[in-house]
């Protein structure tokens, strides 16, 4: 088992910056794979952006060279550095841990808005 608790959301003006955090219960050094997923209101949750323990990256075309995934194995940490954010990435990020079993956080909301 692992707990994830996110941080970071909150309201943006379009072009500005945000960085979310991912904190986990207990060590990641051993999951595979930890990953940032999004969820607009009406939409399916989407995939942002993974990263494997080894340091290998994988972003949705959408914020291809705006967001920056990183991971901290010493911490426990997953972080999103997201810049130059467009109101089309308003909705809910999710972190998850592992591919199986699967752990997801509770959600930090992230509104870009002028």
């Known amino acids: 088992q692992v707990q994830l608790v996110e941080s970071g959301g909150g309201l943006v003006q379009p072009g500005g910056s945000l960085r979310l955090s991912c904190v986990a219960s207990?060590?990641?050094?051993?999951?595979?794979?930890m990953g940032w997923y999004r969820q607009a209101p009406g939409k399916q949750r989407e995939l942002v952006a993974t990263?494997?323990?080894?340091?290998?990256?994988n972003y949705a075309d959408s914020v291809k060279g705006r967001f920056t995934i990183s991971r901290d194995n010493v911490q426990n940490r997953v972080n999103l550095q997201m810049n130059s954010l467009k109101a089309e990435d308003t909705a809910v990020y999710y972190c998850k841990a592992g591919d199986w079993p699967t752990y997801w956080g509770q959600g930090t909301q992230v509104t870009v808005s002028s």
């Open positions: 207990r060590s990641i050094f051993s999951i595979l794979r």
């Open positions: 990263i494997t323990n080894g340091g290998v990256t």
